[in-house]
């Protein structure tokens, strides 16, 4: 008995329609890169493990998906475990392949370098709801420039792209700068990784969770305590003004005189200002500073971001970066500072679907199907197709005589909105009759007519 075929599970196969709507989503995010001034790349799919490893942090690197070695090298390995049975892994971002490639491309490169990539990476986690083993991310960086006008020029990208996609999105900001300056300040600088990444969960296990994890990790009463208070201090994001939670921890980092947080402190103000100043926040895209944000990624170093839909129930990231001032000094280039956004498109996807986001009508489909009555019927109508190609408008015939029954039901299924009938009497009379398959109204055209009926917009938009 043949075995029933099946994917992976957190993989997913993507039909015409699912296609359509993807493109829609990737051409729009690059447009927009393009339009700021980013440039294209591509990076393999696998890197050498130790590219990767070490990167991410130890729930990062529990998540790679590793390669086995193969060949002799894996009969050496198995007889000898301490070689490891790994040596290339699926690249889980593209920002740490993009690092790489800075490194090993660095003297053919202008700096500032702008990029942007739009490819799949994997992830060995739990496949769940908005949540995928295999996913594309569509990332822009700037590297080897400190200024932090890049971090407010990646605001104004966000907020625009998700403007033009018609979806309300708030974009929660925060520098890890001040996480560094809140370890200190409870006096947990010296587990300071472990603090941020336990924070990072604040989203999914509340603040109770967040203090069960410091008692679970064996933090001190006293961490425990001071971070509880901070937690209560805060004001809620939806009823804060956009400067009384910031006033109340600048003057906590000032009192105690942690520099790195008064540091990430000023490095926010300069982001906020320059935005409000410049592009207030519109419609579609409001940005808030989110003083719990941590965002669990070990390399960055300054202003963190992360989107979330305003609508919809996934909750979870559709989009986020931040600041990373070495990430090449890993690979050798020391002192190359960058900041970069990754836009989950998979998410997007979703969060477009549910809420009816997605436009009636997308570019790629079929726009006219003539319908076939048969060989001489067909030749002639293989000239028309040309004309109406040509043209900029996606058309197609359907292959073999069939029933018009079974033509329609083909434009239908297909989401073809016009049929183009072309028997014996309209080849006798030069006309040929165009179905609109939504209203079922039928309109008779001489055939140098039929160009012109769907007009230049139509045309050259489809």
């Given at each position: ?16 329609q699912e296609m359509l709507r993807r493109k829609y989503i990737f051409s729009t995010i690059e447009r927009v890169f393009q339009k700021y001034g980013f440039l294209p790349l591509e990076t393999p799919a696998m890197e050498h493990l130790e590219t990767l490893t070490g990167k991410y942090g130890e729930e990062g690197d529990r998540l790679i998906f590793k390669v086995l070695k193969r060949g002799a090298e894996l009969e050496r390995a198995l007889e000898d475990r301490s070689k490891g049975l790994a040596d290339e892994a699926l690249r889980y971002d593209l920002t740490v392949p993009f690092a790489r490639y800075v490194v090993q491309h660095q003297n053919e490169l202008s700096f500032p370098f702008k990029r942007y990539q739009i490819q799949p990476v994997w992830r060995a986690d739990r496949p769940q709801k ?333």
């Amino acid at each position: 008995m043949a075995t029933k075929p099946s994917i992976p599970k957190g993989t997913r196969d993507f039909g015409p329609q699912e296609m359509l709507r993807r493109k829609y989503i990737f051409s729009t995010i690059e447009r927009v890169f393009q339009k700021y001034g980013f440039l294209p790349l591509e990076t393999p799919a696998m890197e050498h493990l130790e590219t990767l490893t070490g990167k991410y942090g130890e729930e990062g690197d529990r998540l790679i998906f590793k390669v086995l070695k193969r060949g002799a090298e894996l009969e050496r390995a198995l007889e000898d475990r301490s070689k490891g049975l790994a040596d290339e892994a699926l690249r889980y971002d593209l920002t740490v392949p993009f690092a790489r490639y800075v490194v090993q491309h660095q003297n053919e490169l202008s700096f500032p370098f702008k990029r942007y990539q739009i490819q799949p990476v994997w992830r060995a986690d739990r496949p769940q709801k908005g949540r995928y083993r295999e996913f594309v991310q569509c990332d822009a960086d700037v590297i080897g420039s400190t200024s932090l006008l890049s971090e407010v020029d990646l605001i104004f990208l966000l907020s625009e792209v998700f403007e033009t996609l018609s979806l309300p999105v708030t974009i929660y900001i925060n520098n890890r700068k001040v996480l560094v300056g809140l370890a200190e300040l409870f006096g947990v600088k010296d587990r300071m990784v472990e603090f941020i990444t336990i924070m990072d969960k604040k989203d999914k296990i509340g603040v109770s969770g967040v203090l069960d994890e410091m008692r679970s990790a064996s933090f001190s009463q006293a961490a425990i305590v001071r971070l509880k208070d901070f937690y209560e201090r805060l004001i809620p994001l939806e009823d804060q003004k956009s400067s009384e939670n910031h006033g109340m921890i600048l003057s906590m980092f000032v009192e105690a005189n942690i520099e790195t947080g008064i540091l990430g402190m000023n490095e926010l103000s300069f982001v906020f200002n320059r935005a409000n100043r410049h592009e207030a926040p519109g419609l579609w895209a409001r940005w808030v500073h989110d003083m719990t944000l941590a965002r669990g990624l070990d390399y960055y170093t300054g202003a963190i971001f992360e989107v979330k839909a305003n609508e919809g129930t996934l909750r979870s990231s559709i989009s986020g970066g931040g600041r990373y001032d070495d990430l090449t000094g890993v690979f050798g280039l020391k002192g190359m500072s960058g900041v970069g956004i990754s836009f989950g498109a998979d998410r997007i996807y979703d969060v477009l679907l549910e809420t009816n986001k997605f436009p009636a009508e997308l570019g790629g489909s079929t726009r006219l199907l003539f319908a076939n009555f048969g060989e001489a019927e067909a030749l002639h109508c293989l000239k028309l197709l040309r004309a109406v190609r040509d043209a900029g408008i996606a058309a197609e015939l359907y292959p073999d005589k069939a029933k018009m029954a079974k033509q329609f039901k083909y434009a239908d299924d297909k989401g073809i909105p016009y049929v183009a009938i072309l028997g014996e009497n309209e080849l006798k009379q030069g006309l040929i009759t165009v179905k609109d398959m939504k209203s079922g109204e039928q309109k008779a055209v001489r055939q140098e007519e039929l160009v012109g009926l769907f007009g230049t917009t139509d045309a050259t938009s489809k």
